[in-house]
Antibody
Framework: QIQLVQSGPEVKKPGASVKVSCKTSGYAFSSFGLTWVRQAPGHGLEWMGWIAPKSNTKLYAQKLQDRVTLTTDTSTNTAYMELRSLTSDDTAVYYCAREPGDGVHNWLDPWGQGTLVTVSS | DIQMTQSPSSLSASVGDRVTITCRAG??????LNWYQQKPGKAPTLLIH???NLQSGVPSRFRGSGSGTDFTLIISSLQPEDYGTYFC?????????FGQGTKLEIK
């Protein structure tokens, strides 16, 4: 079955960087885009960006584009999200999700289990 | 960015009840609307894609409808396992935005 398994929880100090991995299996990695979404404690879901492994095309949320970088490693079917210059506002659970579609519409399925990133001095 | 507004923000219902959750987009998004369920401490899971298409494996008591700016998720006969928070999401234009969520409690 299709699985997205993310790296473990992280604790970082303000100003540091974090890199979260998302290892995929059960499907053709290069054939589907991957989206990153975060959820701050007690809050809703925020779209961070999207990457197409085959073309390396990337889209970023405007508010994060100066601090976030999405990459993929097609040799290990793994995606990465790096976020720099962390502040307490970046404390959240970070999710990766596969983005299948029917050629017209897109949706997110499945999702990784989430990675808690805590930013604290 | 396209704003997505859900109502109600929370509700409590009994097993067997019909539950309706609505989602309104700030502009027309055609049928580019997805619904997700999230249980506490877990990742969201897809229920409905493209407004009305039931994801494989999702019980048929879940139904989605709507187009343009107004969308509805209906649970026809609420079951104990349907607790959680429900989110709508537009995939019409990036950034893909989500509703604020509807927290569903079983009485």
């Amino acid at each position: 079955q299709i699985q997205l398994v993310q790296s473990g929880p992280e604790v970082k100090k303000p100003g540091a960087s974090v890199k979260v991995s998302c290892k995929t299996s059960g499907y053709a990695f290069s054939s589907f885009g991957l989206t990153w979404v975060r959820q701050a404690p007690g809050h809703g879901l925020e779209w961070m960006g999207w990457i197409a492994p085959k073309s390396n095309t990337k889209l970023y949320a405007q508010k994060l584009q100066d601090r976030v970088t999405l990459t993929t490693d097609t040799s290990t079917n793994t995606a990465y999200m790096e976020l720099r210059s962390l502040t307490s506002d970046d404390t959240a659970v970070y999710y990766c999700a596969r983005e299948p579609g029917d050629g017209v519409h897109n949706w997110l399925d499945p999702w990784g289990q989430g990675t808690l990133v805590t930013v604290s001095s | 960015d396209i704003q997505m507004t859900q109502s109600p923000s929370s509700l409590s219902a009994s097993v067997g009840d019909r539950v309706t959750i609505t989602c309104r987009a700030g502009q027309s998004i055609s049928s580019y609307l997805n619904w997700y369920q999230q249980k506490p401490g877990k990742a969201p899971t897809l229920l409905i894609h493209a407004a009305s298409n039931l994801q494989s494996g999702v019980p048929s008591r879940f139904r989605g409808s709507g187009s343009g700016t107004d969308f509805t998720l209906i649970i026809s006969s609420l079951q104990p396992e349907d607790y959680g928070t429900y989110f709508c999401q537009q995939s019409y234009r990036t950034p893909y935005t989500f509703g604020q969520g509807t927290k569903l409690e079983i009485k």
